[in-house]
């Protein structure tokens, strides 16, 4: 826990280190009760800092400091400052060599940031700084230094050490340990160092590049998981001949690694040849995984895998530029995952994840720009806004300059900058050097916060066969920042004339049409584009593709959305057009609720839905997205002020009217595609998987009814399949119905069943954590004393607590502030265990503003009380004192 004040740390501020290292030599000795880090820093002056020898100011935390030399001098408590988390000493002359030693305590290390154990084996978690307890050093990004590291210990328990790079030498040593060196070719900042030691197994695979070298492939894993492998060895394969296909970059040593550990903090960490996986990123199988969760493997191994380019061999200078490699690398691993499977799909689901959760994010009192400016604790700037609204922004430029001129720009960016650190400025210089562009206004997507609106009006002129569409754009104030210049905003757009067909689009001035289909810049705070030859009024598809990450706005009727819905050549924007019209209807629903009126659903809803289920010819893909209403959070996201019952009421209302209306088109859907599954068995390809989805689709809406019939189905499905995606959406569906003796055995069994596969498990926590049936807090607290359940496990705090307060909002919102208390009692806990799990979790008390008074004042107290609480980490206290203020 820190003693020191809590400190803003501002990107203004930034200046090149005084010192550089050019060799680490480390020695790992690791023990059951202690570990002894002996570090040897080949330093010199940093010549670009000018002349004379400042003081050398190390970072360090919670280290024990045993021994500490300067050139072979070993220096006594007067030679140098020791404070909470620096050491300070006098540098004699401009080139020396450091060595220290100290203690660490991997062993009770719950924080999961340094070196830590999860379970058996030794692992670390260094990004961003986390290398600073570790050892002393200079931990920032634009420290690059080549690291050689030998790992000793007992060979019994740990007979697999592992660290950055090739294998150099390894060798027995006295009392039954063992050791092993690594040496790292590549220059790297601290925080994508890596070492694990433990008992585990491996599958080894091997991979050929672009230019004939082979490489050697291994994901290491405990015993027990060693059949949830294949997935992810074939994601990494396709990830590596991916990214030389449509990037040109080729792999660069001879040896990649992944290790799963069951403690993580987050999804996977990219350290230089030797990633670490939370478990949940790496192992799937079809009996213990679901497609959602094989999908997610695939997305996280090829991030990973593509950090090798995009953070690894070009770097962030400072952690301000942290989008610089998160948000190109969410861009790189959203189109591998579209070119895997299908485009539309994925687009759909990233831009509702995005516009749920990261436009809340923007709204919020933790708002920030694409590049922050300040930040108090870091780790806190992992955010959607940096990793999501970050890869929309390199996405704008992709549509703004095209593939080709946007591969011109990343041929010339990592050209240019490979092996140094950088910022977000030298991209948009590299894109705007290799297509001769100025995107001196563009770059205010990286500066502002905030999501822009976009009001558009149309105006048609018979007489003169021209179309006027005018764009208004403005951006709300957010924390820091009270007026925005315009933004340029890339609108793709159509014309869909009476059939539906894409009208030529031709702009006044221009000599002949461009296609069906183009985009727009919208630059100004208001512009209008005016199209001719447009012979009848057309119906614009605008934004198509979700061209620019702001909140449109277009006065379409009911009718014109479900024209839209058949007639968009945009796949997205006809997905689009049926949330529009879902949000319409579930609005008025929601009105109805709130004025005590009788709740009456637009029979125009049914009609869209039943036209859907009974086109044999749609992909079934899009008919389940389609037929998924927006979520309660995106409901509560687009209101004023949200009411959370009404929404719950609403949205529930609409569900069981829709599994009423259309009973009979969604059983022959359900059961067609369930008596396919018994034929083929699991069949991981997209069209089973789009089968499955709609079948589980169908299915919940068909419990809605309550029928009989249906039970058996479901659990004709529960106990039939072969396989967690069915399995798991049975278990849901019978969680979340009336049939309480039902749901009491099945969740029994499941539990019974798997109650030694954690991740499993976690899905069983959530599915139950979930449930917006009355007594939801309730459940989640007797789901806590669980067996299986513990706060020091974060997948554990996300499945549980995480899925409580994000996903079932009308439980977590009671009114009485119930569940609000328990997220703060959690919060309290877990901020001594793991600040960053902590500092996480909190976010929906963060949204108080969002509700009504009553609501408020109890989010707010809670807020307070934990600030009161006693010794706040930096990472909770940033979090709390914004939200407050
Ligand atoms: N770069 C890591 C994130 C590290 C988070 C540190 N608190 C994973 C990723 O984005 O690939
Ligand atoms: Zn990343």
Known sequence: MRTEQPKVIYLKDYQAPDYLIDETNLTFELYEDHTLVHAQLVMRRNPERGEGLPPLVLDGQQLELLSLSMDDRELGAADYQLEDSHLTLQ???????????????????????????????????????????????????????????????EQHRYPVLLSNGNPVASGAEEGGRHWATWEDPFKKPAYLFALVAGDLWCVEDSFTTMTQREVALRIYVEPENIDKVQHAMDSLKKSMRWDEEVYGREYDLDIFMIVAVNDFNMGAMENKGLNIFNSSCVLAKAETATDAAHQRVEAVVAHEYFHNWSGNRVTCRDWFQLSLKEGFTVFRDAEFSADMNSRTVKRIEDVAFLRTNQFAEDAGPMAHPVRPDSFIEI???????????????????????GAEGFRKGTDLYFERHDGQAVTCDDFIKAMEDANGVDLAQFKRWYSQSGTPRLQVEDSYDAAAKTYSLTFRQSCPATPGQKDKQPFVIPVELGLLDAAGNDLPLRLAGEAKAQGGNRVLSVTGAEQTFTFVDIAERPLPSLLRGFSAPVKLAFPYDRDQLMFLMQHDSDGFNRWEAGQQLSVQVLQELIGQHQRGEKLVLDPRLITAFRTLLEDESLDQAMVAEMLSLPSEAYLTEISEVADVDAIHAAREFARQSIGEALFQPLLARFKANRALSRDTGYVAEAAHIARRTLQNIALSYLMQSGKSEVLEACLEQFNGCDNMTERLSALAVLVNSGFEQEKADALARFADYFKDDPLVMDQWFSVQAGCGLPGGLERVQALMAHPAFTLKNPNKVRALIGAFANQNLVNFHRADGAGYRFLADHVITLNALNPQIASRQLAPLTRWRKYDASRQQLMKAELERILASGELSSDVFEVVSKSLA
């Open 91 to 153: 540098p004699q002359a401009a080139s020396f060599t450091l060595d220290s030693t100290v203690r660490i305590h991997p062993e009770t290390n719950t924080a999961l940031e340094g070196l830590y154990k999860s379970g058996k084996m030794f692992c670390t978690q260094c990004e961003a700084e986390g290398f600073r307890k570790i050892t002393y050093y200079l931990d920032r990004p634009d420290v690059m230094s080549k690291f050689t590291t030998t790992v000793s210990a």
């Open 379 to 401: 780790s806190n700037f992992y955010t959607l806004t940096v990793y999501e609204k970050g890869s929309e922004v390199v996405r704008m430029i992709h549509t703004l300059l």
